[in-house]
């Protein structure tokens, strides 16, 4: 899962080389790879100024420190780091400029490092900005893709903030912090859609909704309106229309174990109005299985007390389901899901990644038995290479040991011949013991990661399976039953 970050080197271009390059981080230098220049910090630092010298660029930014860290564990030989690195170098900046990158091993995750000269060979500047990061970070999850490496999930609800208003927001001088919090202010306050209208009217805010594609809002003394989604995603339309929502059945947002919890304990009869109002309404999935599961508990307690009077057995069923319920609604809202069309996409997006992984299982199981075939030809070889020199270098008894070692003389032969057509080299074997460790690691990580991704695919089957049959929650059926129970009173 491969982090990119980016630096801007202004003064210091010498001691970055000097850090990247550094004999205890990079296996004594076997990490570091120079690109149309040294290897070598030193060497590599003239070559670079002599460059800028030549296109008379010496002024102004000197380079740019570019890093990719691996996650722990996920990949443990640094070698293929570093192939990974040249890799996503090369999609980079090509053969364009002068770089240097170098593989560290010294912490507990394996992390590649890139500093380039912010001059090109043709005299270009590069160009580092927003684009070019996001850019370095598209290139470094194709290149871990190819080498079945996870990738960080984008997350769509991020909203990118400027230096400029992370630092007043932190000062408490954001225009968008003061409007986010008159809004949550005003939601507290507001019965409907409509009152809440008024009362941002009544601080001074003009707004702009309906006739719009996008809510936005312009507070006093402000030169323009902002959008609610720039706001962040608790602040579109449909999400405050939803939070007031909420608030009119006692809802309140909670950072617990659910998202929402009954802000005081509540009475039947609101229970009762709020599930026969909007249960059946097109709305969000966690409304309607919150409502259900309210009523539930409310109906249980109800039975409870009716079994105690009765001195009968108490039925568990409702406990049971309110339980499953409960588990679906913190399913539902970890993921987000706003509607079934959510939930089918969200199935039909973990059945395709389970396909992907699959197909990776199956690749990776056939390369690690190509390794295990190769380490028990090195093993043969290691094993009966002894009695096979002294069958060489003897002369008189030449013809005896052949005839007392025939067999290991032959096996020998045949995993020599073997090695030789696959041109693996003594030197080599120990990196395909490693190979195999390796292998054997990562094919244990794709495993766990199907075994989650199945049941969290059942876990979505099973929401789907709840909304199909909700009909058994149907309040109508409850009412009947109630009244037939007063009858037989």
């Known amino acids: ?19 990247i390059v550094n004999d205890n981080k990079t296996d004594h230098g076997c990490l570091v790879t120079g690109v149309n220049c040294a290897s070598n910090d030193k060497l590599a630092y003239k070559q670079m100024l002599a460059n800028k010298k030549n296109h008379k660029k010496e002024k102004g930014t000197l380079g740019f420190h570019f890093m990719q860290s691996f996650k722990e564990n996920e990949i443990t030989d640094p070698y293929k780091a570093h192939e990974i690195g040249l890799k996503w170098a090369d999609k980079m900046f090509g053969d364009k400029y002068q770089y240097v990158l170098s593989t560290h091993i010294d912490k507990g995750h394996i ?32 290149i871990a893709k190819e080498y079945s490496l996870s990738v960080i999930p984008l997350n769509e609800h991020a909203i990118p903030k400027s230096y400029k208003e992370w630092n007043e927001e932190k000062r408490g001088n954001s225009w968008k912090a003061h409007i986010k919090q008159d809004i949550d202010e005003v939601i507290k306050s507001s019965k409907s859609f409509e009152e809440f209208m008024q009362n941002m009217k009544r601080l001074g805010y003009t707004m702009k909704q309906g006739h719009v594609k996008y809510m936005t809002f312009k507070a006093p003394g402000m030169g323009r309106s902002v959008r609610g989604k720039t706001l962040g995603p608790e602040y579109t339309e449909d999400r405050i229309k939803e939070r007031i929502q909420l608030r009119e059945f006692n809802f309140v947002e909670s950072k617990r174990k659910y998202k929402y919890r009954f802000k005081s304990k509540p009475t039947r009869t609101q229970i009762f109005d709020a599930a026969r109002n909007y249960k059946y309404k097109r709305g969000s999935l966690a409304v309607n299985f919150m409502l259900t599961i309210a009523l539930l508990r409310t109906l249980t307690n109800r039975k409870a007390e009716e079994a105690v009077r009765r001195n009968s057995r108490r039925d568990f069923s409702t406990d049971i389901e309110i339980l499953k319920l409960s588990k679906q609604l913190q399913l539902i809202t970890d993921y987000n899901l706003k509607s079934r069309g959510d939930l089918q996409r969200a199935i039909k997006d973990t059945e395709q990644r389970l396909k992907q992984i699959n197909g990776v299982i199956e690749e990776a199981d056939k390369a690690n038995r190509s390794i295990i075939l190769i380490n028990q030809t090195i093993e043969a070889y290691n094993k009966h290479k002894p009695i096979y020199e ?3 270098s003897a002369t008189i008894r030449k013809m005896l040991v052949k005839k007392k070692y025939s067999a290991e003389i032959e096996t020998f032969e045949k ?15 120990s990196i395909y013991r490693e190979r195999q460790e390796s292998y054997g690691i990562k094919i244990e990580q794709l495993r766990e990661r199907h075994n989650a991704m199945t049941k969290e695919l059942y876990k979505l089957t099973d929401i789907e399976k709840t909304l199909n049959q909700r009909g058994r929650f149907d309040l109508s059926k409850n009412k009947n039953n109630e009244r037939d129970e007063r009858k037989e009173r």
């Open 415 to 429: 995993a020599m011949n073997q090695l030789n057509k696959l041109n693996i080299q003594e030197k080599d074997f």
């Open 390 to 392: 002294e069958y060489k």
């Open 111 to 142: 992390h590649n490092h890139v500093v380039i000269n912010s001059v090109s060979l043709s005299g270009k500047k590069f160009n580092a900005c927003k684009r070019s990061l996001q850019d370095a970070r598209d290139y470094s999850d194709e």
């Open 1 to 19: 899962m491969p982090y990119v970050k980016q630096i801007t080197i202004r003064s210091t271009l010498n001691r970055s080389l000097k850090y």
